[in-house]
């Protein structure tokens, strides 16, 4: 009798404490990252949560990663100060981010224990979810989880947002996507395939040229690696001018896009990642272009599109049914892929979207 108490209690000391493995940064990091940046700690949290606090605690199936993170973790960025998602990394500290997981213990009314969310969790195995921080649950289970990371998540909205309302496309008009084999490319270029667009995209490999033209039904896509004049290579492929450029890379490509703009041409900057390692590496279009043209650039991020989220999950899961959208999933397995999987962003080793699968379920 004596002794079963105490295996009870045994027990219940496991329950309550779980170890939690989180990644953060060493320093700021400027420049290209490295996986030496990140440090992996170890430490014991509780599943107890305080009555009538509203935290949900969540265990980490699949994080996102993004490129928008690295802005984060340098020692200043302008971006710092534009939105909460853009706020300064503390080395030391978890990085947070988007991901999906499971809830694990809920003081807060409408979450329960086995419950999938999506929301700002973070680069570690279990988050206490505070009140306040963006967390929601997920209806729409059918679909893998991980969809809700990609392509029903915030990359998806990213590319619905820039695409069907800064864009503003009209049928027949001649799109151009850079990082198109990416997270956010390869759905705008999907997009406007269906739309009845012209797509071209670029890439940083000939493999993944190859997928957007064989597999995801580009009209045509390059290798902008190989290209020594960007100018040209443009030409080639617009012969009668880009109408839509929908921007993931900014630098001379943004440069050379311009030059090739049609009159009342528009450009989606979603995102420079071209910039975010070398600030040098951006390069002023030819104004006198934007003004002749009446080009009208606009930068863009995907939260002001949430208002047209259920629009927007109306159309992708749509096309998903009718398997019109093709996926594209790259998932690295186990906290300690983060810092790889995050470094690879910038040397081009992903195809579709990024992210790290924490736990199965
Ligand atoms: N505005 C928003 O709300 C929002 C939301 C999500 C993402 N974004 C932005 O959208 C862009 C794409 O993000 P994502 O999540 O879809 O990432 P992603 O495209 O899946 O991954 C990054 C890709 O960028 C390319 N790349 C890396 N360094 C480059 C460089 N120096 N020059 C040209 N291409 C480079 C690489 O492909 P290659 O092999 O083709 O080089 C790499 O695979 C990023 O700029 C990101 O910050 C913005």
Redesign the pocket.
Known sequence: MVQSAKLWEIEMEIEMEIINRSVSIKDHVEGAPEESDFELKTDVITTELILGSNDVLVKNLYLS????QLNRMKKYSSSHETSNFAAPLVPGKTVDGYGVGRVVASAKAGFEKGDPVAGVIGWEEYTLVHQGTMLNKLSTTDFPLSYHVGILG??GL?AY??FYNVCKPKKGEKVFV?????????VVGQYAKLFGCYVVG????KQ?VELLKNKLGFNDAFN??EESDLKSALKRCFPDGIDIYFD????E?LEAVVANMNLFGRIA??????E???AK?RVSPNMLDIVYKRITIQ??????FISQYADFIALTVGYLRSHKLHVLE?ISIDIESIPAAFA???????????MVQIAEK
């Not at 850079?178 to 390869?186: R, Y």
């Not at 670029?202 to 490999?205: D, I």
């Not at 690879?344 to 990024?354: A, P, Q, V």
Request: hydrophobic letters at 35%.
């Open positions: 990663i993004d490129p928008y915030f990359s990213t947002g820039g850079s990082a198109a084999s990416g997270s956010v490319g390869n670029c890439a940083g490999t993944k902008y690696k993931n890379v900014g630098g490509m900057v979603c995102g420079v990642i071209s975010y390692i070398d590496a930068g863009f991020l995907a939260g002001d790259d690879g962003l910038f040397r081009g080793d992903n195809i579709g979207k990024k």
